[in-house]
């Protein structure tokens, strides 16, 4: 006699029905859109949020919890800075442009912020800088703002935007890995998806 076998209900993919995988980088003409949409909504701690976001190329864990002291000395925000990454307690350098540097520092002086403080609080009780669910949530209306699908885009987005345009530009791939902060250069190889990029752009230049 055979024993009757109890199958537990067949639980669904976590991820049917989602878009996974890497989220695309921002364009040229998403980011002019998503700041002059900023400027005009006249959101100068979002403006100063997302600049730092594309400049510093930081993960979303890192960004958050930025002090106005890493970035700020003397009261002026400093044309480059250093941190040490949480996920590989590894130091990275990042540059902050002008315009960035600008909207900081106006930022700073609108919320009265101190050197020790996080330089983007949190707005509710629950921690004293903005977390990162938050940010996802920012990043999701930043996007929908000018007509993207959120579902595409996500907070590595942000990280991923500048690097994308460098190496489009330059194919200089070791610069890439350094400001991302990655310790082995095939990370950023996987990272960039760069591989296939490059081989369909070679494909596309051969007519047979």
Same mark, same amino acid.
């Given at each position: ?12 993919p976590w991820n ?80 902050? !442009?002008?315009?960035? $540097?600008? +909207? ?6 609108? /919320? ?5 403080? =996080? #330089? ?24 929908s703002s000018i ?22 530009? !330059?194919?200089?791939? $070791?610069? +890439? ?6 310790? /082995? ?5 996987? =990272? #960039? ?16």
């Amino acid at each position: 006699m055979y024993e009757l076998i109890k199958h537990s209900p067949k639980l669904e993919p976590w991820n049917k029905g989602k878009l996974v995988g890497q989220k695309a980088p921002l364009k040229p003409q998403h980011i002019w859109g998503i700041r002059i949409h900023l400027q005009m909504a006249e959101n100068t701690r979002d403006l100063a949020l997302f600049n730092l976001a594309i400049d510093s190329k930081l993960r979303g864990c890192d960004l958050v919890k930025l002090k106005v002291s890493d970035i700020s000395q003397g009261g002026a925000v400093q044309t480059r800075a250093q941190i040490f990454q949480q996920k590989t307690q590894r130091p990275v350098k990042f540059e902050i !442009t002008n315009a960035t $540097r600008e +909207v900081i520092n106006d930022w700073i002086d609108a /919320a009265s912020l101190k050197p020790w403080q =996080y #330089l983007f609080p949190s707005r509710t009780g629950d921690s004293r800088h903005l977390s990162t669910r938050q940010y996802a949530r920012i990043v999701k209306r930043w996007v929908s703002s000018i007509g993207l699908d959120p579902a595409n885009y996500g907070t590595h987005t942000l990280r991923r935007t500048k690097v994308s345009i460098i190496y489009k530009q !330059t194919k200089n791939l $070791r610069a +890439v890995q350094l400001l991302l902060g990655h310790t /082995a250069l095939e990370s950023t190889v996987r =990272y #960039l998806g760069i591989e296939v990029d490059d081989a369909l752009e070679l494909s596309e230049k051969i007519e047979i």
